[in-house]
T-cell receptor, first 109, second 115 residues
């Protein structure tokens, strides 16, 4: 079983839609939970992080962590064509980072 | 945040040759990481490079195939040796954040194709 599971998509939504991206994990030792956004031919950039169960909001983005279910989500409200990218979830314990495979998102104008 | 540059951005190489990828950071950092990213797969850590010590390699990666140098706190190189088509991938270097270490900053990547 992989440490982190993420549906690769691809996901295609119309502009303005609410997008839900999800990851599950198996290691209860994970302490930090992150979402990275990767545009084509670019390196991943940190979008959001959380370190506890609950929700964290930043503009149109909301990160949600449910440690009891070992499940994290990223919600994007009012999605824009500029949100078209691959989104990777990542988790950390100590100095070890574990990444999902990424979900490819396309927002259609 | 840290700004990371990589050279080359892309290359096409012949089987059996070697390529050295450079990673430059705009600030001094202790830990630098080298990853491989293949289509449909998660980022795979190749090794951790600390200045002044030998790089630490992950399972499945060996120094003879992926020698790493870390001459100072802002620079590192990764060499992909005796390349085969299976080495075709994107290679990324990254560093931990200076203020908050759970942040990881990535370079733009080097897209390698081996023919």
């Amino acid at each position: 079983q992989k440490e982190v599971e993420q549906d690769p998509g691809p996901l295609s939504v119309p502009e303005g839609a609410i997008v839900s991206l999800n990851c599950t994990y198996s290691n209860s030792a994970f302490q930090y939970f992150m979402w990275y956004r990767q545009y084509s031919r670019k390196g991943p950039e940190l979008l959001m992080y959380t370190y506890s169960s609950g929700n964290k909001e930043d503009g149109r983005f909301t990160a949600q962590v449910d440690k009891s279910s070992k499940y994290i989500s990223l919600f994007i409200r009012d999605s824009q064509p500029s949100d078209s990218a691959t989104y990777l979830c990542a988790m950390r314990t100590g100095n070890q980072f574990y990444f999902g495979t990424g979900t490819s998102l396309t927002v259609i104008p | 945040s840290a700004v990371i540059s990589q050279k080359p951005s892309r290359d096409i190489c012949q089987r059996g040759t070697s390529l050295t990828i450079q990673c430059q950071v705009d600030s001094q950092v202790t830990m630098m990481f080298w990853y491989r990213q293949q289509p449909g797969q998660s980022l795979t850590l190749i090794a951790t490079a600390n200045q002044g010590s030998e790089a630490t390699y992950e399972s499945g990666f060996v120094i003879d195939k992926f020698p790493i140098s870390r001459p100072n706190l802002t620079f590192s190189t990764l060499t992909v040796s005796n390349m085969s088509p299976e080495d075709s991938s994107i290679y990324l270097c990254s560093v931990l954040g200076l203020a908050v270490s759970y942040e990881q900053y990535f370079g733009p990547g080097t897209r390698l194709t081996v023919t």
